[in-house]
């Protein structure tokens, strides 16, 4: 009898409880409801990572670079862009007469140390003959601390960026083939770079970078796209593959891995960079190059 009334009391007790949740659930406005993910229907198309570079999470993600002593081989240059304004960018010229362009997307802390190492490494692996540029699309300014990173992000001026990549596109001339590479906010840039590239553009790499959502924006694009892309919750598994069936819509070709690693993982500035994944990543990006050259 006693485990009888106490079955009934628990039965109760449940009902109880889910109705009351349900209830509760219903009260709260879904601008109130915390997320794990960024929802695809909130994700503005063309502001990339701007929509959360000023939130505490996302800035977590991103550990101030480690110090970097490094005696780059190339130079610092300055070009014209569109707008009659000069830019900047870290230039190795191939050692030939060589139409062949490597454009290098900056992470969100600038075009630092780390950029440049990675530039000059990509001009060693792909043979001295292929010219790499790696653009300043920050104007000068550089930083190793999260939140003022941040703040560079949410501020760019998105017209000034376009103007940056044109100005490149023009330094290199119109008989260059470029083909594009970047991470983090770079990783975004490198895929509109391809896009603003035109027939020009010869293939596009971009790790952890938030994609293009516009199905006609992407039929635009020439070439095809690498993704390297890591294990997080804002570029995430279904903003991923949503990339995907929008390149597919568009009658493009993605070819993606999702990395069990961290938003940043192949940045050997970062505290939580994996060594293992990064090598594996770039063993991708530089076959993918080759064959592109």
């Not at 014209?80 to 190795?92: C, E, L, R, W």
């Not at 970047?182 to 790790?207: D, E, I, K, N, P």
């Not at 990064?278 to 993918?288: H, I, P, R, W």
Request: glycine share 10%; charged share 25%; aromatic share 12%.
């Amino acid at each position: 009898m006693i485990k009888s009334m106490i079955t009934l009391q628990v039965l109760f007790l449940s009902i109880w409880a889910f109705f009351s949740v349900t209830k509760t659930n219903e009260a709260v406005p879904a601008s109130q409801i915390t997320v794990c993910h960024t929802p695809l229907e909130s994700l503005p198309e063309k502001d990339g990572m701007k929509q959360f570079a000023l939130d505490p999470a996302f800035q977590a993600l991103h550990l101030a670079p480690l110090p970097l002593s490094y005696d780059a081989t190339g130079k610092d240059i300055t070009f014209k862009t569109p707008d009659g304004m000069d830019a900047k960018g870290y230039f190795i010229k191939a050692k030939g007469n060589s139409n062949k362009w490597l454009f290098v997307y900056q992470e969100w802390w600038g075009l630092n140390d780390y950029i440049k190492r990675q530039s000059d490494t990509y001009y060693k692996d792909l043979g001295e003959d292929v010219n790499v540029l790696a653009l300043d699309m920050y104007d000068g300014k550089v930083t190793s601390n999260p939140q003022e990173a941040g703040k560079l992000v949410s501020g760019v001026n998105e017209t000034r960026l376009e103007n940056i990549v044109k100005g490149g596109i023009a330094y290199a001339g119109k008989n260059a083939k470029i083909a594009n590479v970047g991470w983090c906010f770079g990783g975004g840039w490198s895929l509109r770079s391809g896009l603003l590239g035109g027939s020009q553009t010869v293939g596009t790499v971009m790790y952890y970078g938030m994609p293009v959502r516009d199905v006609e924006q992407l039929k635009k694009l020439n070439g095809d796209v690498l993704g390297l892309f890591a294990t997080e919750t804002r570029i995430s598994k279904e903003v991923i593959e949503e990339f995907d069936a929008n390149m597919k819509a568009a009658g493009k070709k993605l070819t993606y891995k999702i990395f069990d690693g961290v938003h940043g993982f192949a940045n050997p500035s970062n505290p939580k960079y994996d060594e293992a994944l990064a090598k594996e990543a770039y063993a991708m990006s530089l076959a993918y190059l080759k064959k592109k050259f």
